[in-house]
């Protein structure tokens, strides 16, 4: 798959932020994992790819005014539903970065498969 052609100034900025980031290892390894599958998909560095993860989880955070392992508390179909929230913020700010507008239908299915691979890896509903 070919990679996407993404703006340099906020793909550092994303790396940045995220190297700032503390959270508890259960979170770092999920967000580990689905950012190395967005990453696969979209060319992004993987650290590129976590910092986006991070703002986009920090966004949610302020929003629901919830901490940061609100999520991993929740019940399974409650996780399922938030981290869908996630995957959406993550997708608008990558789809604001593109530099080929055409790539927008192209990086949705890259996340849903990402998303896909949540599902499939950390997402049980028992």
Known sequence: MSSFSFNEMAIK????????LQIVPEQNRRVTA????????TGLSLLATKGFFWK???EWQIEN??????????????????VKEIFS????????????PN???RL????????????????SSS
């Open 13 to 20: 900025e994303s790396e940045s932020s995220f190297q700032k």
């Open 89 to 100: 913020k993550i997708t608008r700010y990558l789809e604001r970065i593109l530099k080929d």
């Open 108 to 123: 949705e299915r890259a996340m849903n498969q990402a998303y896909e691979y949540y599902l499939k890896h950390f997402y």
């Open 65 to 82: 005014k919830k901490p940061a392992t609100y999520i991993l508390e929740a019940p399974p179909d409650k996780q399922k539903e938030l």
């Open 103 to 105: 790539d927008k239908a």
């Open 56 to 58: 986009a989880f920090k």
């Open 34 to 41: 689905i950012s190395k599958v967005i990453s696969d998909y």
